[in-house]
């Protein structure tokens, strides 16, 4: 028996992460490999048996995950985006979560013929959605940030709601005198938000004040962050049931908004346990369908269920919380088409149908596999559908290409001006005022203040930016800027240029993952860079063919040209760094930082066969005029407080 359960970890695990891989490859939603990889490896071949090898451990181990993953969700939740959707998230979660029970009830009622008992409790359930199906989709699309945030928040926040309500619709169902329910209703609604508040409260604050106080070490503060989520929630459960995921939701959230300790390190490895607990959740739970229980279901009711959840239950309830909303039509038509249902709803379900069925319910075994159907179903069409949607709706930025760039020197501004010349989103960060209201006045988007505050992580639009360059004369400041955005836009797309003199040492010193990739290569550090603009260096790009390649460009221009980067198909831009050296190919566009006198004869270049090569932004900052000094920002402008007009370039500047 025991060597039966370590092969079944075993295939869950490689399983669950398999399916997590294959769909990052193929850019398809997770969830969805993770159903199938659950349902093959379950009825259909019988490898995975989940109630054999775990027993009555199954589903304690379903909730405290569920519990562990709502609580990473809390973390993400900032106040300060509450304030711009907070009214929208609000009505999503009551107003347009009782339109969702209902229309997903009289679905139920109709389209599968259940009784009201039955198809009440599946309403309630089918009423969340969940972080872990809507964070994986936001990834993917790239929605505008008030889409994104809105979402988020919604999916975080109806999970302990759907649960809640769950419980209610059962406790209903089961009462003897159905005329003491709404009294009871009543009193367990009071109690269970008491008990999470009062609970979460609790948790927030041992651990702030323990990790503040340097009464937990730091080896041990992950550990100690996970026993407490998972001791109050089900210390909570005990008090009031279902009453846990709240406990977790306010817990999380608190630690997120408080300022008197660092929570970044539990954030990130709650993220790598969630990417784990919501692998191995979908392979047990969609390995715990039976095909006898699939083939019983009506494929017509199932299908017709599934249309009106989609097509009607869910436009229907965004447009009853959106109505008197600020946001745009195509803002309301995005989240009335995203709404796929994830692991709550099916442990949820689980629970309540075998209790539904102990009380002697005997349409009860329905309600796993339609609920199960409902999630395939929802993320199937919402995965798929909905970056095709978002792009229609003109709401979404997928890959993004645009820069957020870090100082704003002439060096800076040139790159950002071209970077934004191939319609790429761009932002450059300064402390140095001068910097920014030149940034501004070439038109350029911009944020006044420190790159590594707080209030600059929440403020900065990043819609459209993929990537940061820290190119600061501050060598300091270019390591500390991307190893604070590695985890925003991965390893990856953090650039940085290399250390100035005398700091090789240093460089080699510094460990892989605390500093960016270093851009354009060996000794390509600010100094060097700045001394080419002084002696009138300009950025130039160059459209590479088969009459004049990269072979040819280098031949002509030599040392005179320093690379920095290729543009290939839709503004598709990829930096020349140390690690990966340039080697663009015909069809592709060649920006590089060219001396004047680079070229044949001395003189600038010549154009190449087709007259491709050409001259890029000018290095002066733009004629007055072009911005308003009077108070206005050109457009693009945002963050920070207004500086005064440009002075001439000092060149060097904090950041």
Request: hydrophobic share 50%; net charge positive.
């Amino acid at each position: 028996m025991s060597d039966e359960i370590l092969r079944s970890i075993g295939i869950v695990l490689l399983l669950g992460v398999g399916a997590q891989w294959l769909a990052w490859r193929l850019r398809l939603p997770s969830i969805l490999l993770l159903l199938l990889a659950g349902f093959v490896g379950g009825p259909v071949l019988g490898w995975v048996r989940p109630d054999a090898f775990l027993g009555p451990l199954l589903m304690p181990f379903v909730s405290v995950s569920v519990a562990l993953i709502l609580f990473e969700g809390g973390l993400t939740l900032k106040f300060s985006e509450w304030r711009a959707v907070g009214g929208v998230v609000r009505n999503l979660v009551t107003f347009g979560a009782l339109v969702s029970w209902l229309g997903a009830t009289l679905a139920a009622r109709w389209m599968l013929g259940w009784g009201w008992e039955l198809a009440t409790l599946g309403g309630s359930i089918l009423v969340v959605t969940g972080p872990t199906v809507i964070m994986p989709l936001l990834r993917q699309v790239q929605p505008s940030r008030n889409l994104a945030s809105i979402l988020k928040w919604e999916g975080i926040l109806i999970d302990p709601v759907g649960a809640f309500l769950a419980l209610l619709v059962f406790e209903a169902i089961v009462a003897r005198n159905l005329a003491d329910v709404p009294t009871e209703a009543a009193v367990g609604f009071a109690l269970t938000v008491v008990v999470g508040l009062v609970l979460g409260g609790v948790g927030a604050w041992l651990l702030m004040a323990g990790f503040r106080r340097y009464l937990v070490p730091d080896y041990l503060q992950n550990p100690v962050a996970l026993s407490v989520v998972v001791g109050l929630f089900v210390a909570s459960n005990l008090l009031r049931h279902e009453s846990g995921l709240l406990t977790a939701t306010v817990m999380g959230v608190l630690l997120a908004n408080q300022k008197a300790v660092d929570m970044h390190h539990v954030l990130r490895f709650k993220e790598n346990l969630r990417v784990l607990l919501i692998s191995l959740l979908f392979i047990l739970l969609a390995a715990r369908i039976e095909l006898d229980q699939l083939r019983a279901l009506s494929l017509g009711g199932v299908g017709g269920m599934l249309l009106a959840l989609v097509g009607l239950v869910r436009p229907v309830s965004v447009l009853v919380a959106t109505g008197r909303s600020k946001l745009k039509w195509p803002e309301r038509w995005f989240l009335a088409g995203l709404a796929p249902r994830g692991v709550v709803a099916a442990a949820v379900a689980s629970i309540f149908a075998l209790r539904l069925s102990q009380a002697g319910n005997e349409q009860a075994r329905e309600l796993v596999p339609v609920i199960f159907m409902m999630i395939v179903g929802t993320v199937a069409i919402y995965g798929l559908g909905a970056l095709p949607l978002a792009r229609w709706l003109g709401v979404s930025s997928p890959g993004p290409q645009g820069a957020l760039i870090v100082g704003g020197s002439r060096l800076a501004r040139m790159l950002a001006r071209s970077l934004q010349e191939e319609g790429l989103a761009v932002v450059v960060v300064d402390t140095n005022r001068e910097h920014v209201a030149a940034a501004r006045l070439e038109g350029l988007g911009t944020y006044y203040g420190n790159i590594l505050s707080e209030a600059a992580t929440e403020e900065i639009d990043l819609a459209g930016i993929g990537r940061l360059l820290a190119l600061t004369p501050n060598d300091e400041v270019n390591f500390l800027a991307a190893l604070h955005f590695r985890e925003q836009f991965g390893r990856s797309e953090v650039y940085q240029l290399p250390p100035g003199p005398g700091s090789e040492k240093r460089r080699h010193g510094v460990a892989q993952q605390f500093h960016g990739r270093f851009l354009f290569g060996e000794g390509r550090n600010w100094e060097c860079l700045e001394e080419r603009l002084l002696r009138g260096a300009a950025i130039k790009k160059t459209k590479l063919s088969k009459e004049f390649d990269y072979a040819d460009f280098r031949q002509r221009h030599g040392d005179g040209a320093v690379p920095l980067y290729g543009i290939a198909g839709k503004a598709q831009v990829q930096f020349a760094t140390l690690d990966k050296p340039l080697r663009p190919t015909a069809g592709q566009t060649l920006v590089s930082l060219m001396d004047p006198d680079s070229g044949e004869g001395g003189n600038a270049p010549a154009a190449d066969a087709d007259g491709a090569e050409r001259a890029g932004p000018a290095n002066t900052p733009a004629a007055a005029g072009a911005g308003n000094s009077a108070g206005t920002t050109a457009p693009g402008a945002r963050g920070g407080s207004s500086p005064p007009p440009a002075a001439a370039d000092t060149g060097r500047g904090g950041s």
